[in-house]
């Protein structure tokens, strides 16, 4: 398998999934502004996407992946199959029983996410609401995340990467033809939610139908539970829910915080998100989806110079695609935020304070997307304990950060913590890594570096003159031109970029890699 053009399909598929959330975030911002229904809506998604990422992208997916890939490469298509029937039938059953739980105790949990919320009128009973209205949305994507790993270790990952397109297209229609006749329009985006789920499933289906791995859930859960590998899954979900736990335990405290301070702020920081989670969708998401499977085939093989050799393209494909982005949200921000999300509601002061976070972000992105290579080095060889460590010492940091910067610079403080944790934890996945002579890197990294910081700092420039240059919040009043500029000035700049590394000797060839 060419792992180069895997990560082209990966990220072209996820490329048009962040332009359609683009989209989907430009349509609410223009809709509901940055207020306390956007606040009320932001927290109660939150929640079943914490719960997400525990269940199904976190702990489940660290453990399922290697132990499916394992059983795939050591044992055939039938011992795969019955492993897929009895993890799904563990799965549904406990995420349905979840959900159940969670609409019942909604306003405990919305009371713990975002205590801050009482204090704005209506706010809390929104989000209440809301949540139980999406609370079935964790079990849809947990299915969805089961299905999308399967369809990953068979070497397709252009359906599971095209598949959260539908949750945007969702979320797009029901901003523009279901919320104008809702008396609380907002609810029409808590709908999307759970539409978009089972979207995400079904477009998995005929797939999964094509390799003859549909999932079969079934009546007898203890049966299921008895299954060898679903007893090892179980067994590595512990130490890795714990260690997800980290990062979602971070979250919520960081969401309450935000709820405590000014009014919108807790939707500043969403939209800053979805910005910085573009860069990090396309090269961090994309590269750790193709990386896994084959570093955990690497390791079945017990083939340790694969392994270090996957590991090195991943980094260098990663600070090659991401430094640029880094410098793009730290210098740019003020304008992509500008043209994205003002208009409507989104106003001048919705753009500052956005910027601002957008700003911080860009300070820590390399951390934030090192972080999703390096960890899956871990999960191949069904090692979840040491990610873990680094996470709570990542949690502890963010945390202290937190205390130091959000006096200091309120939201925005929030969100250059949590850069900063990821790039400590980025740092240390590395050095153990390296110290345990799992990872060697090859020739040329001090002369790649140096190149690459010398192309970053031309861009820096470049983009700096045309985000001081021209107003762009003024430049509202000309969309259509605003809009325009942005696009050549962003053309314009990435064309620079890729000329200097060409004439520095750079050839997308060297990235090529293949394997078995």
Avoid at 96 to 115: D, K, N, P, W
Avoid at 201 to 229: D, E
Avoid at 434 to 456: D, K
Wanted: glycine share 6%; with cysteine; aromatic share 10%.
């Amino acid at each position: 398998m060419n792992l180069f053009r895997a990560l082209l399909t990966v990220s072209g598929f996820t490329l048009l999934s962040r332009i359609t959330g683009l989209v989907r975030e430009t349509l609410i911002a223009r809709a509901f502004g940055a207020s306390q229904f956007t606040d009320a809506f932001n927290v109660a998604f939150r929640i079943p996407n914490l719960l997400r990422r525990l269940s199904a992208e976190g702990a489940f997916s660290q453990a399922f992946v290697p132990i499916l890939a394992e059983f795939k490469n050591k044992q055939g298509d039938d011992a795969t199959r019955s492993l897929v029937d009895a993890t799904a039938t563990v799965l549904t059953w406990a995420l349905v029983l979840l959900s159940l739980l969670g609409i019942v105790a909604a306003t405990g949990v919305v009371t713990v996410v975002a205590t801050g919320l009482r204090k704005e009128a209506g706010a809390f009973d929104l989000a209440v609401t809301m949540t139980r209205i999406m609370f079935p949305y964790i079990a849809l994507i947990s299915l969805t995340s089961l299905a999308a790993g399967v369809l990953n270790t068979y070497r397709n990952f252009s359906t599971p990467a095209f598949a959260p397109v539908l949750l945007n297209v969702s979320f797009i229609v029901a901003a523009l033809f279901v919320a104008p006749h809702l008396q609380q329009p907002i609810l029409a985006l808590a709908g999307a939610v759970v539409v978009g789920g089972v979207l995400q499933l079904a477009v998995q289906l005929p797939a999964l139908r094509r390799i003859g791995m549909v999932p079969r859930v079934g009546l007898n859960v203890r049966a299921a539970l008895a299954h060898v590998g679903v007893k090892r899954i179980l067994l590595k979900m512990v130490p890795a829910t714990f260690g997800v736990s980290v990062a979602q335990i971070s979250l919520i405290i960081n969401t309450n915080i935000a709820s405590r301070l000014a009014a919108g702020s807790v939707s500043w920081l969403s939209y800053a998100d979805r910005l910085m989670e573009f860069p990090t969708a396309l090269l961090g998401a994309a590269l750790g989806t193709i990386l896994l499977p084959s570093l955990s085939k690497a390791h079945a093989d017990a083939d340790p110079e694969e392994y270090s050799a996957l590991l090195d393209w991943g980094l260098r494909l990663t600070f090659l695609l991401a430094a640029p982005s880094a410098v793009a949200l730290f210098v740019f921000a003020t304008p992509l935020t500008a043209v994205l999300f003002n208009y409507g509601r989104f106003d001048n002061v919705d753009v500052v304070m956005v910027s601002h976070a957008l700003t911080a972000y860009g300070v820590s992105l390399l951390g934030l997307i090192v972080v999703k290579i390096l960890a899956p080095a871990f999960y191949a060889k069904q090692d979840i304990l040491t990610p873990v460590k680094c996470a709570v010492t990542a949690l502890i940091v963010t945390q202290a950060s937190n205390a130091l910067l959000v006096p200091r610079m309120a939201h925005a403080g929030l969100a250059l913590s949590i850069g900063i944790g990821a790039c400590l934890n980025g740092l240390m996945l590395f050095t153990i890594l390296y110290r345990r002579g799992v990872y060697r890197p090859s020739s040329g990294w001090l002369l790649f570096f140096a190149q690459l910081v010398g192309a970053c700092l031309v861009l820096a420039g470049v983009m700096s003159w045309f985000a001081t240059t021209f107003d762009w919040v003024a430049l509202g009043q000309q969309p259509l031109a605003r809009i325009a500029l942005l696009g050549a000035s962003v053309l314009l700049s990435a064309l620079i970029y890729f000329a200097l590394l060409y004439a520095m000797g750079f050839r997308h060839t060297d990235f090529r890699r293949r394997t078995s």
